[in-house]
């Protein structure tokens, strides 16, 4: 079939700014599809209008049934850069869509600043939980941030502040591209920059005084970091149980008794596309991980109130399990026949009966069985010793 669905990227400037192919292709389109701000740019089309409904994906049924007609989606900048092309091409085939991106906010915000895209973090915050900022904000980092409406610079400046990154730029760009486009900036902890336009993007060049809190990129992090009731993995346990669960690139795992959550949040902090589901039957302590996962950066941990095994069920297929607290035969079962081949489980036992347990399971399934001892100094009279905590005896196997 011939590409008749266009996807093509529109600026600030309009359709005077557009490649005479873009401005060919708006004008034969038998339907433009857009937002109420992009609809608005392209004023001389005498084409059908689609605004984007809510949620967008009730738009597709629509533009599926011009199949094989002109029809051309209008979009910001790069469409394929946090952009509407992703959705779209989940319905349509690539051979029937024909893109025209133009620079995108990223793009014209580096520009702007002379900074190298490639050194940047490119975020997006539009339609994205604020908190997935957190992770990037790394010393000497600099960050261009898709805001979510005039009160995101704001936001990021009294964050950059609480952090202990009050010395940190922010630079608002706002309608770039455009008759109307401004630049201001600010420093985060004096920050009072009025009447922000509402499309704006913030570059933020960060400066973090010696004490802030900056989350490290190696896992195990300090234990107080984490709100919890005592029922925590620690943190060198959890460095040597997160170096066993291997988490790769947008990988998803289940957290079986998740306690405070500490194991689900590092696995997803090791990559901005990785998945887990937090599984803890109580309510308290779900409360608590719901409130760890949005103070460390990780809003989008699901986390599922519930028992195992029965709670196992209906969750999406994991890459790799972790069980810290409740492991019991049939939840070991469960989690095994959950894994697809070359799936990762780890189990961290403390109780002798669910070291009998791992020691069966090691015998019956291979894998490895390591014994874990910390000790940390603590004083006596005028002197120190170690005080060993309680051995854990890990189980952490491949399944076949």
């Not at 896992?219 to 970091?225: A, E, Q, T, Y």
Request: glycine content about 8%; some cysteine.
């Amino acid at each position: 079939m011939e590409k008749w669905l266009s996807i093509v990227g529109i600026g600030e400037d309009g359709v005077d700014a557009l490649a005479p192919a873009a401005r060919t292709l708006i004008n034969q389109a038998t339907l433009i599809v857009g937002g109420a701000r992009h609809l608005s740019l392209v004023s001389e089309s005498k084409a059908e209008r689609l605004q984007w409904p809510s949620p967008l994906t009730d738009a597709i049924p629509l533009i599926l049934a011009r199949r094989g007609a002109p029809v051309v989606v209008v979009a910001s900048g790069d469409p394929f850069f946090y952009g509407v092309g992703d959705l779209i091409s989940r319905h349509v085939a690539r051979d029937e869509i024909f893109c025209i991106p133009s620079p995108s906010a990223f793009s014209l915000a580096a520009a702007r600043l002379n900074w190298s895209q490639q050194d940047c973090a490119l975020v997006s915050l539009h339609g994205r939980a604020f908190e997935r900022i957190t992770p990037f904000l790394q010393p000497r980092a600099r960050i261009i941030a898709l805001s979510w409406d005039e009160t995101t610079p704001t936001r990021l400046a009294d964050h950059l502040t609480k952090l202990g990154m009050g010395a940190s730029r922010l630079f608002v760009l706002e309608r770039l591209g455009g008759s109307k486009e401004r630049i201001r900036e600010g420093r985060a902890d004096s920050f009072n920059l009025q009447a922000i336009a509402a499309l704006n993007t913030v570059a933020i060049d960060v400066v973090a005084a010696p004490a802030a809190r900056t989350i490290p990129r190696t896992p195990g992090l300090p234990d107080d970091w984490f709100e919890n009731d005592g029922q925590l993995t620690k943190r060198e346990i959890r460095a040597v149980t997160l170096s066993a669960l291997a988490p790769r690139k947008g990988e998803t795992l289940w957290d079986i008794g998740a306690g405070s959550g500490s194991i689900s949040i590092e696995w997803m902090l090791s990559d901005p596309s990785n998945r887990a589901v937090a599984l803890e039957r109580d309510e308290t302590r779900a409360a608590r991980i719901a409130r760890n996962a949005i103070a460390l950066g990780v809003p989008d941990l699901a986390i599922v109130k519930g028992a195992a095994p029965q709670a196992l069920e209906d969750l999406r297929t994991p890459d790799a399990i972790f069980i810290g607290g409740g492991a019991n035969e049939a939840t070991l079962e469960a989690a095994w026949r959950a894994l697809p081949s070359q799936g990762r489980i780890v189990v961290n036992g403390v109780t002798l009966e669910t070291q009998a347990l791992l020691t069966q399971a090691f015998k019956a399934k291979g894998g490895d069985l390591i014994h874990l001892q910390i000790s940390r100094a603590r004083p006596v009279g005028r002197f120190h010793a170690l005080d060993p905590a309680m051995a854990v005896l890990q189980w952490r196997a491949v399944k076949p």
